[in-house]
């Protein structure tokens, strides 16, 4: 069975920087595109970055662009989403998912327990 399971969430002051990572089973992972994806409190979920199954594509929700980097070993079929600058907007939970290349979380197959990022000002 298809696991995403995400990890390196936590709290952190404002202007810091977190390393996520999404491991994934269960799946051919270099097949699939990858997306992180947020859910704030009282908001809808939102895009964050996706990459390719090669890992070239890089793309960013406007909000992070300059400061968030996806990318991901397919040797170790893993994701990661470098966070850095963080503002307290970012807190969110933070989830990965595996599917079609796309800022719409529709086009996503699996989707990991996601993991929770404060960010305290």
């Known amino acids: 069975q298809v696991q995403l399971v995400e990890s390196g969430g936590g709290l952190v002051q404002g202007g810091g920087s977190l390393r996520l990572s999404c491991a994934a089973s269960?799946?051919?992972?270099?097949?699939?595109?990858m997306g992180w994806f947020r859910r704030a409190p009282g908001k809808e979920r939102e895009f964050v970055a996706a990459i390719s199954w090669s890992g070239g594509r890089p793309d960013y929700a406007d909000p992070v662009k300059g400061r968030f980097t996806i990318s991901r070993d397919n040797a170790k079929n893993t994701v990661y989403l470098r966070m850095n600058n963080l503002k307290p907007e970012d807190t969110a939970v933070y989830y990965c998912?595996?599917?079609?290349?796309?800022?719409?979380?529709?086009?996503?197959?699996?989707w990991g327990q996601g993991t929770q990022v404060t960010v305290s000002s």
């Open positions: 269960g799946l051919t992972f270099s097949g699939y595109a």
């Open positions: 998912a595996a599917g079609r290349y796309s800022h719409y979380d529709g086009t996503y197959d699996y």
